[in-house]
């Protein structure tokens, strides 16, 4: 299933109103098993959406269409525009991996978002060096032979002619663009006054006629300047091909984007945001782009179209919620295959029921998600007790079904 950006999820627990049950607590029931009606890795693929299950499937969508190494470049840079805006690092202990950042953050700073972009150029077999910046991290790419910057924080790239390249041309590599700043950046763009960012001169927005070109890439649109572009170059200093940065680290360690459902679940993503369903550590500051407003959705013709959502419903793009809900079919028998496990369980009369009367009855419902649980609720007629585990079935603790947000958040 293709991921949202900057998705938290809101779980919602409900078994059906007929169902009779009564928990018990044997030690050898709480397992880490999986429902036998399991269906594993669903994905949901709109054909011009890019598959974030994982970083080569990623790569594989976004450059699909691509033709030269510059172009996926581009495509790569404007994939990282699309899913991240500018907020913080998110961080989490032991380093949080760049596909997990990818599918439940989406947003960072400098130094992690260039670890992800090095990520993903790494899927594509090219090599990548951090460049250094008084107050700023950058990374450069190695295609073709050559170094290339795309800095997805300032959003900027710069072209330099190159008679080997296709069409006399390819994206310019830092030392070039210090040593060479007058001709490739202060006489090869301008800033446009009224949209507040920067254009190439020979690709701007313009009005003509009854007519609006709008297919110009804008640069710098969170405030910065092509001064200060010029003047960081002249501090840069390169470093190595460092597999993270900031707390942002290339390897999975473990986190899977997969989505896999047992009967009576359903996961359901959208634009929304349900209040207070964010995670960012033990922060009390919901996640949004500090830069404010939409210049970058409104002038970008790489992203805006698809979050236009955002610009007519948020002040500054944000979080979004979704939820994964459990309401199993108590039509048949075949519900069990919901349950992870059950023991002393039977079916009757669209009900479950202790199986021996005077023992209790247990069933062990697995929630899995790629994405961050935030909420957690639900309701369950006739259990005598429910315990949750945020372990794989390790340890549990009792929880009060009606709110075990608490117990779940962050997981």
Known sequence: MSARREMCL??????????????????????????PGLVSQIKVLPDKAPDCSSLKSMVDSITRECK?????????????????????YPGESGGLPVLKEINCYGWSLCGGLHSEQSALWRQLGWGWRFVGWNGHTTVEANYDGKWHYLDAFLKFYAWKPDPNAPGGRTIAGEDELTNNSEELIRNAFVMDPARKCVYAKNNQFGRYGNK????????????????????G???HRRGGPDEG??????????????VNLAPGFA???????????????????PPA?????????????????????YVKSKPARSYSSGTLTFAPDFSND?????????????YANKSLLPAESGKPGVVVVDFSSPYILTKANGEATGAGAVEVSTDGGKTFKAVNLNDFSATVKGQ
Request: with cysteine; charged share 20%.
């Open 68 to 88: 030269t190494n510059d172009e996926k470049a581009i495509a790569i840079y404007n994939f990282m525009q699309l899913t991240h805006y500018h907020f913080a």
């Open 289 to 309: 782009h500090t830069c404010g407003a939409h210049k970058d959705t409104r002038n970008d013709p790489g992203i805006g179209l698809v979050l236009e959502p």
């Open 233 to 235: 170059l002249k501090t």
């Open 334 to 346: 075949a519900v069990l295959k919901s349950f992870a496990a059950t023991a002393n369980m039977k």
């Open 10 to 35: 809101v779980v919602l627990a409900a078994l059906s109103a007929t169902t009779a049950m009564a928990a018990a607590n044997p030690a050898d029931e709480k397992t880490a098993a999986k429902a």
């Open 212 to 231: 609006v070109y709008w297919l110009a890439p804008s640069f710098l649109c969170c405030g910065d300047e092509l001064e200060g572009v010029i003047s």
């Open 267 to 285: 996961l359901t993503n959208t634009w929304d945001a349900e209040p207070d369903a964010w995670y960012w550590g033990n922060s009390e500051r």
């Open 245 to 258: 940065w900031a707390g942002i680290v290339h390897a999975d360690r473990g986190y899977s984007a997969d």
